[in-house]
C-alpha cells in the first residue's frame, strides 16, 4: 500500500497501540472541526468554502485513524501526516491537481489558523499531474440561437450569467437591489469577495 510505495516501508511514523489512537483521533476531530468552522466564520469565508474545507479535514483524519497516526495537533511534526495524506491523494486516489489542491488548502488552513502550526518538509510532495484540458466555447452564432429557445426565468438566468460573467452562485444570491437600471449595471459579491464590484450587465438584460 502507500506507506511502502511512498515511505519505503517505514511504519515507524505510525502508532501502533490499538484502539488508543483511533479514540484520540475522534476526539481531536470533533474538536478541530468545531474549532474550523467557527475561524472560517469569522473569518467570512464562504458557506461553498466552509462545507468543502470541512470535509477535507474529515477525510484526513478518517486516513490517520485507518493507518493509527498519531496526530496531535500540537506541533510540526504531524507535517509528515499531511504530507503522507496529501501523497496518497495522487497515488492511490488518482485525484484531479484541483482536487488536491483543495485538500492541501483545507490541511494548510487547519494547521496554520486552527492550531497555529506551520507545517514543515511538504516540499516533496508527491502532486497530481494537471492535464491539458481545453475549455469547450460556444460561438456567438450558438450562443444566439440557444438564447431564442430559452424564456422566462431561465432564458434570463442563462443571459445574465452570460452577459455579466456571472458565477452561479453570484446569480443565485442576486438581488433586485443589486441591479441599478439607470446605467445598465449589477453590482455582486465573489464568493470570497466583501466589496461590491460593478460588473456591466449585458444590453438589454438590464
Not at 477525510?59 to 495537533?73: L, Q
Not at 504530507?83 to 484541483?98: F, G, M, N, T
Not at 429557445?149 to 452562485?169: C, F, H, P, V
Request: proline residues 2%.
Amino acid at each position: 500500500m502507500y506507506i511502502d510505495h511512498f515511505l519505503d516501508g517505514d511504519r515507524t511514523i505510525f502508532a501502533t497501540v490499538k484502539g488508543a489512537i483511533p479514540a484520540f483521533l475522534d476526539d481531536l476531530k470533533s474538536d478541530a472541526m468545531k474549532r474550523m468552522r467557527e475561524t472560517l466564520r469569522i473569518q467570512n469565508y464562504a458557506y461553498r468554502t466552509e462545507k468543502t474545507y470541512l470535509d477535507w479535514v474529515n477525510r484526513y483524519f478518517s486516513y490517520c485513524k485507518s493507518v493509527n497516526a498519531p496526530v496531535t495537533g500540537r506541533d510540526a511534526s504531524d507535517s509528515r501526516f499531511v504530507k503522507a495524506y496529501i501523497s496518497h491523494l495522487a497515488l492511490e486516489r488518482d485525484v484531479a491537481a484541483s482536487t488536491q489542491n483543495q485538500a492541501f488548502n483545507a490541511l494548510l488552513f487547519l494547521y496554520r489558523k486552527v492550531f497555529e502550526i506551520d507545517l514543515q518538509g511538504l516540499g516533496d510532495t508527491v502532486r497530481a499531474r494537471r492535464g491539458a484540458k481545453l475549455p469547450v466555447v460556444l460561438s456567438v452564432e450558438e450562443i444566439e440561437r440557444l438564447f431564442l429557445e430559452l424564456n422566462g426565468t431561465s432564458g434570463l438566468m442563462l443571459k445574465l450569467i452570460y452577459g455579466a460573467g456571472l458565477r452561479l452562485m453570484e446569480l443565485a444570491r442576486l438581488r433586485v437591489k443589486d441591479v441599478d437600471f439607470q446605467n445598465n449595471v449589477l453590482l455582486r459579491n465573489g464568493d470570497e469577495i466583501t466589496f461590491p464590484r460593478g460588473v456591466p450587465a449585458a444590453r438589454g438584460i438590464a
